[in-house]
């Protein structure tokens, strides 16, 4: 059974909480980064595909959107997923999620 990316990140996101182990907490922030990375590819492969299409092109004449970056990949924010974060910048709701969460562990271990 495959399980859904977003799925698979929310997860890890609950193993960087949970775990105190060092080792593990590494593991487990490699896992996410490498899940974001791969949610970012498909971010980025939808937003070529709606650019590319014929119909959008004919709803939304001319209307090359100035480009909205996450403010934490740098990589395209999809519109209707994109979220802001404590600053009002536009951010994935992921990326955010995985920043609060790795900022909270951060602080922690030091
Ligand atoms: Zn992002």
Redesign the pocket.
Known sequence: MRRRLEDQIRETCGQVVATSDPAELATAIKELRRA?RE??QR?RKLIVAKRISPERRRTMPDMSQPGIL??????P?VLELCKADEEGRP??E???MAKLILEKNLSHSV
Do not use: G, K
Request: glycine share 0%; with cysteine; aromatic share 6%.
């Open positions: 974001l949610h970012t971010m996450c403010s934490i990949c740098d990589m924010v951010a994935h992921l990326c955010y």
